[in-house]
T-cell receptor, first 114, second 114 residues
């Protein structure tokens, strides 16, 4: 079945460090890919998305590029801030047929220290 | 604030009991999704309703049921509760039927089964 695999956390960085959170997927079709973020005590929020190969999603300094050849959608940020501390979820969706759902990875906890 | 309201925020109950979780979607959104979040399973899709009709089903147990009412709010009913049902239950909403759209998540209902 369709699935998403994220790097295991937790990830702990110092402020202004470079961030990469790896995400790879398995899907039977051509999925749309997403990164959602969950701040402490809150629900998930969409961070960015990409709907086709080579698309780059970006938001709030975060970027991820849809790589069909490596089935990956790694999240990057050049300089993290304390306020970026949260759980990050990679997800995919396939539209059409009965497969109408968003499949999430297990999440990666990021802690940024001042 | 996502605009999605979930009640109650916390629920503590005993094994064998039945509970109802309520979700009010964002104004204008026709789709409601239910997800279960636990440490071992991560975020699991349970079920989706669109404009009152069941649209997609995920890993929802037979002891669980849901419905979406004419005013578009939704309820998730959990019965014959077991210790393993303890989790954070999220509701999300979107305008249309596809999960490729941006989902807006509520803050969740934390269920503790003792």
């Amino acid at each position: 079945g369709d699935s998403v695999t994220q790097m295991e956390g937790p990830v702990t960085l110092s402020e202004e460090a470079f961030l990469t959170i790896n995400c790879t997927y398995t899907a039977t079709g051509y999925p749309s890919l997403f990164w959602y973020v969950q701040y402490p005590g809150e629900g998930l929020q969409l961070l960015l998305k990409a709907t086709k190969a080579d698309d780059k999603g970006s938001n709030k300094g975060f970027e991820a590029t849809y790589r069909k050849e490596t089935t990956s959608f790694h999240l990057e940020k050049g300089s993290v801030q304390v306020s970026d501390s949260a759980v990050y979820f990679c997800a995919l969706s396939l539209s059409g047929g009965s497969n109408y759902k968003l499949t999430f990875g297990k999440g990666t906890l990021l802690t940024v220290n001042p | 604030d996502s605009g999605v309201t979930q009640t109650p925020k916390h629920l503590i109950t005993a094994t064998g009991q039945r509970v109802t979780l309520r979700c009010s979607p964002r104004s204008g959104d026709l789709s409601v999704y239910w997800y279960q979040q636990s440490l071992d399973q991560g975020l699991q899709f349970l079920i989706q309703y669109y404009n009152g009709e069941e649209r997609a089903k995920g890993n929802i147990l037979e002891r669980f049921s849901a419905q979406q009412f004419p005013d578009l709010h939704s309820e998730l009913n959990l019965s014959s509760l077991e210790l393993g049902d303890s989790a954070l239950y999220f509701c999300a909403s979107s305008l249309g039927v596809s999960p490729s759209e941006k989902l807006f998540f509520g803050s969740g209902t934390q269920l503790s089964v003792l």
